[in-house]
């Protein structure tokens, strides 16, 4: 059963730092890995998406890498912004009876203070 | 192009009562999932839909039913409401291969009071 967790599980930072966010996977057979971010009580936002066969993506001040043989992800958040302040989930994508479910972790809720 | 919706956004149930919530996929999309999110929690899967037949499902109880309509909508019906059952309900959709982005609607959040 793959299991997925997130360190750290809260980050509070002064504005204008870089981040690192973590992402662990158990199982490494998976067809993908996607970024989101939740604002409190609302639905997901689509930030990052990595196939198996890439090593990283890039959107604006945020880059996403995969080492799928260690089975790590990290979100980079260049330049934090207040803004930021969110819950960020990471999600795996491995095949399951022919599907494709993803798996979640529990996310990390950052804050980013001005 | 409108995204994932899903309706209503609030509910206040009653506990054993039964409850529906409804979603509609991103246009293109084949393929709806739906997830539990308690509070604190990441989503957790209950079913995916695909081509109007359930093809995949989480640990949840038989009371956690669904339907995928030939436009792809579909709905969630929860019976015999618990208090447990509190949660934010999200749908998700995309595309049968599973290799594209998935994406979410806003949630629905249900209270059983």
């Known amino acids: 059963k793959q299991e997925v967790t997130q360190i750290p599980a809260a980050l509070s930072v002064p504005e204008g730092e870089n981040l690192v966010l973590n992402c662990s996977f158990t199982?490494?057979?998976?067809?993908?890995l996607q970024w989101f971010r939740q604002d409190p009580g609302k639905g997901l936002t689509s930030l990052l998406l990595i196939q198996s066969s890439q090593r990283e993506q890039t959107s604006g001040r945020l880059n996403a890498s995969l080492d799928k043989s260690s089975g790590r992800s990290t979100l980079y958040i260049a330049a934090s912004q207040p803004g930021d302040s969110a819950t960020y989930l990471c999600a795996v994508r491995h095949a399951s009876g022919g599907s494709y479910i993803p798996t979640f972790g529990r996310g990390t809720s950052l804050i980013v203070h001005p | 192009d409108a995204g994932v919706t899903q309706s209503p956004t609030h509910l206040i149930k009653t506990r054993g009562q039964q409850v529906t919530l409804r979603c509609s996929p991103k246009s293109g999309h084949d393929t709806v999932s739906w997830y539990q999110q308690a509070l604190g929690q990441g989503p957790q899967f209950i079913f995916q839909?695909?081509?109007?037949?359930?093809?995949q499902r989480g640990n949840f109880p038989d009371r956690f039913s669904g339907h995928q309509f030939p436009n792809y909508s579909s709905e969630l019906n929860v019976n015999a409401l618990l208090l447990g059952d509190s949660a934010l309900y999200l749908c998700?959709?995309?595309?049968?291969?599973?290799?594209?982005?998935?994406?979410f609607g806003q949630g629905t959040r249900l209270t059983v009071v």
């Open positions: 199982d490494s057979a998976i067809y993908n």
């Open positions: 998700a959709s995309s595309l049968e291969t599973g290799l594209t982005e998935a994406f």
């Open positions: 839909y695909y081509e109007e037949e359930e093809r």
